[in-house]
């Protein structure tokens, strides 16, 4: 049955719908991130990064909460759940974004990480056999082909050898992505968001504090650019854009939301084109539109491909 208060068509979220503009400056934010990523990767190690990145947006985040006097805690069949999706959603997964974002680019960055709805249906349907209509299956192939196509658009040559090795990295974060929401499918019905994601942030930035004596000898007094970078990760990526995201939601339909989400990588690309001012190939936004239009096919439902 229909939702009464959530409009019907898309054009009316356009108009007047504070929602829909909550969600679309979301997904802005979100875009910047990677361009941001690169900034503060000129003073800080990826490692520290992370750990500085997630640790200010704990105490940001536990600060509201008990300002609030939100604080819950987790019952104990819970917690090993939320300790082992922080470390494998923040720590493992942000360590393999960080260090591939700074030998790949952030418009590759921006582009492959698209992809990631499609890895996790591929997984959905190789480790749980979920059945998916035929769509799906040509959604995940388009992906599959529009990343190959996003991967070797700056060659195979000497000088694309880092690029190469971080774009594989943040290929193989897709499926850390996955296996992250996996595990929190399990505690997700119980608590709210903001509560989940308190805890998976504060033990993501627990498990990069032994991570970051491999980096002691990068240490480096940081540029001011790099410590606003990493301000805007935390306060806005972290916490403000989900705000904003979940307010969003109590409005728009998740399809609809899933639309919107598929532009953070082209305004990912377009962002890191204005201000990084990377060289951006035909090849590359080919892949990319592929993978995007693959990525809708394989997870909207059926009555909205239309």
Known sequence: MKNQNVP???TEYISGNAHFWAIFVAVLIWSISFVATKIALTSFPPLLLGLVRFGLA????????AFR??????????????????????????????????????ADAALIIASYPAITI??????????????????????????????T??????????RLAGDVLLILAGFVWSAYNFITRGVVSR???????????????????PLIL??????????????????????????????LYAYGLRRVRSAHAVILMNMVPVFGVL????????????KQVTGGLITVTGVLLSILPPGSRR
């Not at 962002?271 to 035909?282: A, G, K, Q, R």
């Open 8 to 10: 019907y068509t898309f």
């Open 58 to 65: 704990s105490i940001l985040l536990g600060s509201l909460l």
């Open 69 to 106: 006097k939100q604080i819950i805690i987790p019952d104990r069949k819970d917690r090993a759940k939320l300790a082992l999706s922080g470390l494998m959603g923040i720590t493992v997964y942000f360590s393999l974004e960080n260090v591939g974002v700074k030998y790949s680019t952030a």
């Open 122 to 151: 591929s997984l959905e349907m190789l480790i749980y056999r979920t059945r998916f209509p035929l769509t799906s299956f040509i959604g995940v192939g388009m992906s599959a082909v529009g990343v190959y196509l996003i991967v």
């Open 153 to 162: 658009a700056g060659g195979f040559a000497h000088s694309a050898t880092n």
């Open 191 to 209: 608590y709210s968001m903001t509560t989940i994601t308190f805890y998976q942030v504060t033990a993501g930035a627990i498990g990069f504090l």
């Open 214 to 243: 491999l980096e002691t000898d990068r240490w480096t007094v940081p540029k001011t650019d790099a410590v606003l970078a990493v301000m805007y990760l935390a306060f806005f990526c972290s916490l403000t854009a989900f705000g």
């Open 271 to 282: 962002f890191s084109f204005l201000i990084l001012h990377e060289v951006i190939h035909l």
